[in-house]
């Protein structure tokens, strides 16, 4: 029974399972990046051990079985490179580049892709110091849209309002005048990141924006590191380069004297034999296949953390206005809540709504919402939001997006918990709502 239910969970805890609590630029960075990254070591892995990841050119006099060892050891102690097209004099003077590194080429991309799920784990880990589940309110919020039955749907949406509410409606998260926003900012961020009580109204929607910037670090140093190994240099002549040879191609072109993926290496061993003491040194040139694989690989790397890194920018770049331009916030909520209210009255209440009720952490919720649901569903729960606000205290109905109404209570958390049989329980029970749905 015990296996059964773990192949029946296998989807939750896979890598490939479905999460909502980030965007699309961070999907692409921890989970689509990290695939590539994962397959093209399992490519590269299966390709060393093939016979042919190294060939050497052995004397005439080595049979088969010398032969084999050779290569083999070579690729274990090592080769180093030199340009064999120069005269054996420079050759002689010039420095070897001892290639250290091929053998350990999957090994390398496996903590490339570790090091994009990094910020994705502190993402998991540090969000739930702020008091509220997010993945679990964007699951709410997906069954909200799909789910079909009359009765969920009244369900759904009261937990969500009510789940909102609660969180955004804590009078401990409110800025107090005595003190100034960046020491509020700086205090709240410290109590959550050490586990201690939320008070602090931005802190979801700052972390997430820490969490891009940390994308965006950990790409912009992986291309710096690829570059390298390309040998391109960060010049402005050489950037231009390199964005002409991503829409021609020609960057998908080996170079046969490449210092860092040299396809000919040198190779010293040393043979010893019964009669010699010191035995036979012999310097073997090897062909290192394996290297057209690895060039080839970092390149389309190189090629995909580029538009990695511009479309992550581009999606911290929105965010960030949404953090310094509060009317593109009051325009957010303007556009999409239903009331019959007049004009005057709306911009009245509305400024009290967005600034001092949800503040920033409500409006991040909202628009991460809206960016994994949809407008549809986002429009009805600021709606919800906004009547539960306004209601005095007396009950008020709450409509869900097939027009039907529940109760629900402004003030505090009275009304959301109810007693049955001498215990308390919650009255939006999502675990009984969001299955068999």
């Not at 789910?147 to 955004?168: A, D, E, G, N, T």
């Not at 920018?313 to 206005?321: D, Q, R, T």
Request: hydrophobic share 40%; glycine share 4%; proline share 2%.
């Amino acid at each position: 029974m015990d296996l059964l239910n773990a192949f029946h969970r296998l989807p939750q805890i896979s890598y490939f399972g479905i999460r909502r609590d980030d965007d699309f630029a961070d999907r692409l960075n921890y989970k689509y990046t990290v695939g590539l990254l994962i397959f093209f070591s399992i490519v590269v892995a299966s390709k060393q051990f093939s016979n042919d990841h190294i060939q050497c050119w052995v004397p005439a006099i080595f049979t088969r079985n010398y032969e084999i060892y050779v290569s083999n050891y070579c690729w274990i102690h090592n080769t180093y490179h030199i340009n064999i097209s120069e005269p054996s004099i420079q050759r002689s003077n010039e420095k070897r580049y001892v290639l250290r590194y091929y053998q350990f080429v999957p090994f390398i991309l496996l903590i490339q892709a570790l090091l994009y799920l990094l910020p994705r784990l502190c993402w998991r880990s540090i969000s739930r110091h702020s008091g509220i589940d997010v993945k679990n309110l964007m699951d709410a919020a997906y069954n909200l849209k799909n789910v079909k039955r009359f009765h969920k749907q009244k369900s759904i949406m009261s937990y969500l309002v009510s789940l909102i509410h609660q969180y955004v409606g804590d009078p401990r998260k409110k800025i107090k005048q005595e003190h100034s926003r960046i020491t509020i900012y700086i205090q709240g961020l410290l109590r959550c990141i050490l586990g201690a009580t939320n008070t602090f109204n931005g802190y979801l929607f700052f972390l997430y924006l820490f969490i891009k910037i940390l994308y965006i670090i950990n790409t912009f140093v992986q291309l710096y590191a690829i570059r390298l190994l390309l040998e391109q240099k960060w010049t402005v002549d050489e950037t231009i380069q390199g964005v002409r040879q991503i829409f021609t191609m020609n960057i998908l072109r080996t170079n046969p004297l490449s210092k860092y993926f040299p396809k000919i290496s040198m190779c010293d061993f040393r043979i010893i034999e019964p009669n010699s003491d010191d035995g036979h040194k012999y310097t073997v040139q090897c062909v290192l296949t394996i290297n057209i694989y690895n060039e080839q690989i970092f390149t389309i790397l190189y090629i995909w953390m580029n538009i990695v890194l511009v479309v992550t920018i581009y999606n911290f770049i929105s965010w960030l206005i949404f953090l310094f331009f509060s009317r593109l916030r009051y325009s957010f909520f303007t556009q999409r809540i239903h009331t019959q209210q007049s004009m005057t009255t709306l911009r009245t209440s509305m400024h009290a709504f967005v600034y001092n009720y949800l503040q920033y952490d409500g409006f991040f919720i909202l628009r991460l919402i809206h960016s994994n649901v949809g407008d549809d569903v986002t429009t009805n729960i600021i709606t919800n939001l906004w009547r539960n606000l306004h209601r005095s205290d007396k009950p008020t109905s709450v409509d869900n997006t097939m027009g039907a109404t529940i109760s629900l209570t402004a003030t505090g958390n009275r009304g959301l918990y109810m007693r049955n049989n001498g215990q308390s329980g919650s009255l939006f029970d999502y675990s009984k709502t969001s299955t068999n749905l």
